[in-house]
């Protein structure tokens, strides 16, 4: 299970979900590298943009959400 809305629209753990004690400078930092370098975390960026656009995207982030 996800708690992240970018997560849950793509309904995978593409970036980290940084809650309580893993939320530190260092992760914030590490995960802030991770998505200006690293391919695959460019894609899920990609990915995600994707999902969002156009219309009805509230709707159905709105049905991902309350479904889970």
Same mark, same amino acid.
């Given at each position: +299970?996800?708690?992240?809305? +970018?997560?849950?629209? #793509?309904?995978?753990?593409?970036?980290? &979900? #940084?809650? %309580?004690?893993?939320?530190?400078? &260092?992760?914030?930092?590490? $995960?802030?590298? *991770?998505? $200006?370098?690293? %391919? %695959?975390?460019? &894609? /899920? #960026?990609? %990915?995600?943009? /994707?999902?969002? *656009?156009? &219309?009805?995207?509230? *709707?159905?982030?709105?049905?991902?959400? /309350?479904?889970?």
């Amino acid at each position: +299970p996800f708690i992240g809305l +970018p997560n849950l629209i #793509l309904n995978k753990l593409a970036f980290p &979900e #940084l809650i %309580q004690d893993n939320l530190t400078a &260092e992760k914030i930092l590490e $995960s802030y590298h *991770k998505l $200006s370098f690293d %391919q %695959q975390k460019k &894609e /899920s #960026l990609t %990915q995600l943009k /994707s999902a969002i *656009k156009g &219309e009805g995207f509230s *709707k159905a982030a709105s049905y991902i959400i /309350s479904s889970k």
